[in-house]
């Protein structure tokens, strides 16, 4: 009974994109020695665990589908490691204070680390509100000198990789281009931007204007609305992914072609691509990182070796090579929700959340006599008993 109710479950997950285990000591990883350049990581030993360790981590935001597949990864590694995971979200890049009492509140729970995906690089008073518990900078860069570790590639590649794709490669002679990399001062957004203009310098590609606001819905909508009336001879738009996922909406009200690039993917993004309604995009695997993320937490925690600017390889994705094989280290699976405690299930509730379905061994943790369980919205009757 269980094994065909998780045979029916997986594909809902997985969708179109392929469900894998992640592995960090196997995967091509790079070094960033500055926002240029990089090096190959030599291959990490396996990771061999000494306690159990609790971890917790800070998100900016999770209306961003990019931080979403972060906590897919760090799930999965939580999972592999058996380590205890705190998640805390902000609710935007501006929510500044609600992330220092979130760093109060993970060392109240006594976590061993901190995985910071800091609102904003400069961070006023961490060393108070960690104290000394041990940092791990997540995505965004943190001008914390006693961060342990950063993983993260530079914000300024994301934006340089597919300009210069659209610098080589572009699909219209005029490009009148609006950029929309997020929000002001936070996120990498101006570091996206720096690294767009450096890469079309030269090239008949014009700028013809900039705009900020945080990654919501509604509010990159509104902007590009704007933006289109104010500037009517816009024929494309390059920023974030929320951006691009409006700018596919907006295109189809026009007489005129819009043409998209997105500085780095989610699952919009992904299913733009296969549909030939966006240029290029960036990924910087997003769930690999997650995994990475906690994987350097526990090195750090063990006194290992850990690298202070490390990441996977950044991916230059276009219609022509896009595939689920290509993108499976970079995106939860479809059907994934947020996840913010691991091991999260309590029999003495009534709801009971699982990290990832599909792996029996897994779900075996967590039920040890018939119950209701509810996974991710789904109702499921385990109707006998996993010993």
């Given amino acids: 009974m269980r094994s065909a109710i998780f045979r029916f479950l997986l594909p809902f997950f997985c969708g179109t994109i392929t469900c894998s285990a992640l592995a960090v000591s196997q995967a091509p990883l790079v070094r960033w020695l500055n926002e240029r350049q990089s090096e190959p990581v030599a291959a990490m030993p ?28 760090m799930i999965r590694e939580a999972q592999r490691t058996k380590v205890q995971l705190k998640i805390f979200e902000a609710g935007g890049y501006s929510q500044l204070e609600t992330q220092r009492e979130q760093l109060t509140l993970c060392r109240q729970w006594g976590a061993d680390a901190i995985l910071l995906g800091s609102s904003l690089a400069q961070f006023p008073n961490l060393a108070a509100s960690v104290g000394n518990t041990p940092v791990i900078a997540v995505v965004n860069e943190l001008n914390f000198a006693a961060a342990k570790a950063r993983v993260g590639v530079p914000w300024f590649q994301m934006g340089y990789q597919p300009g210069r794709y659209l610098a080589e490669h572009p699909p219209h002679p005029s490009l009148h281009v609006l950029l929309m ?113 906690v994987d350097q937490a526990i090195r750090a925690l063990q006194h290992q070796n850990v690298d202070m600017n490390i990441s ?68 499921i009757r385990l109707v006998h008993p996993v010993r």
């Fill in 181 to 293: 990399p997020g929000p002001k001062d936070a996120g990498g957004s101006r570091e996206m931007v720096d690294g767009f203009r450096t890469a079309v310098e030269g090239s008949s590609i014009q700028i013809v204007d900039v705009v900020y606001g945080d990654n919501d819905v509604e509010i990159q909508r509104n902007l590009l609305q704007d933006m289109l009336e104010k500037h009517p001879e816009i024929n494309l738009i390059a920023g974030n992914a929320i951006a691009a996922q409006v700018a596919m909406g907006e295109a189809r009200n026009r007489r005129h072609p819009l043409g998209i690039v997105s500085f780095y993917l989610s699952h919009q993004v992904y299913r733009g691509l296969k549909r030939g309604r966006i240029i290029v995009a960036a990924s910087d695997q997003m769930a690999l990182q997650g995994e990475l993320a």
């Fill in 46 to 73: 396996v990771l061999q665990m000494e306690r159990r360790w609790k971890l917790c981590a800070l998100y900016p935001s999770l209306k961003d589908a990019y931080w979403l597949s972060i906590n897919y990864g």
């Fill in 312 to 379: 996977p390889q950044i991916l230059v994705l276009t219609p022509a090579n896009i595939s689920p094989e290509k993108v499976k280290l970079s995106l939860s699976p479809l059907g994934f929700r947020p996840v913010y405690l691991f091991p999260s299930a309590n029999l003495s509730r009534e709801k009971v959340t699982l990290a990832m379905p599909g792996d029996e061994q897994f779900v075996a943790q967590f039920v040890s006599q018939p119950a209701d369980q509810y996974i991710y919205g789904t109702k």
